[in-house]
């Protein structure tokens, strides 16, 4: 069983050991734009604090703060790794694909550009999506809430961690289309298999959006009413890529299996 195991295990090693190392390369180079980097970050959070100053006139403007010795260079990591998985999503994707390509037929191997630029741009579209729309909306709510008898404080640590969180799960929550086109293409999945499968999908919507998004309902319908709408868009898709048959062709196989199955055991 090894024998067998041992050569998925040194490709999936040689697929780890690129993308990782792309990862480290993508690092450094981020690590070296992490100022403006971090100014587009904070953008959102300075722009919510300036709003408490002007709604608020007992309280005054809040400030971002570290709370660390080294908190200001902990904060760089953290952006320039942040960055870095986007600029090497890429290569992380095609060691994805060529790891599962040798299963794949001819005309399934030929996706792989694709597959790449499909899922980069869908994270893409789910980042600035949570940037430019739901983290104005949840930052000014979550800051301004309150601020009339407290000045915000923000710890950058904190914050950092929190936006990263948010952009990643949207970016991840983005590539759902992607996913279902090539499970389509696969046979793995059919468009009735996704209608089925809707009601508990909403509910898996729901409860993901309530761990990735701050605790307030806007911010999480912000996320989940998306997310539904590209379920619905994945549904499509898939009916286009990898239709189900009707439900009397259906029933014709399954009675030919049953018949050939009594004639087996009647053998």
Known sequence: MFDELKPHLIELRKRLGISVGSL???????????????????????????EVGKKSVHA??????????GGAFFVA?????????????PIILAQIWMFVAPGLYANEKKMIIPFIV??????????LFAYYVVTPFGFDFLITFGSFKFTPL?????????????????GIAFELPIFAYFLALLGMVDDRQMRDFFKYAVVIIFIV???????????????????????????????LVNPAPPLEEEEEDVEEEEQIAIEKKSE
């Open 77 to 89: 990591l953290k952006v320039a790794f942040f960055a870095a998985i986007i600029g090497a999503l």
């Open 154 to 170: 923000i710890n950058i640590e904190d914050y950092v961690g929190f936006f990263t969180k948010i952009m990643f799960g949207f």
């Open 60 to 69: 005054a403007e809040g400030m971002v703060t570290t709370s660390q010795v």
């Open 118 to 127: 499909g899922g980069t741009s869908m994270f893409l579209i789910g980042v």
């Open 24 to 50: 480290i390369v993508m690092f450094f180079v981020m690590f070296y734009f992490h100022e403006p980097l971090l100014e587009w970050i904070v953008e959102p959070l300075n722009t919510a604090l300036i």
């Open 209 to 239: 959006a309530a761990f990735l998004t701050p605790p307030d309902v806007l911010t999480q319908l912000l996320m989940a009413g998306p997310l539904v709408i590209l379920y619905g868009f994945s549904i499509l898709i898939v009916k």
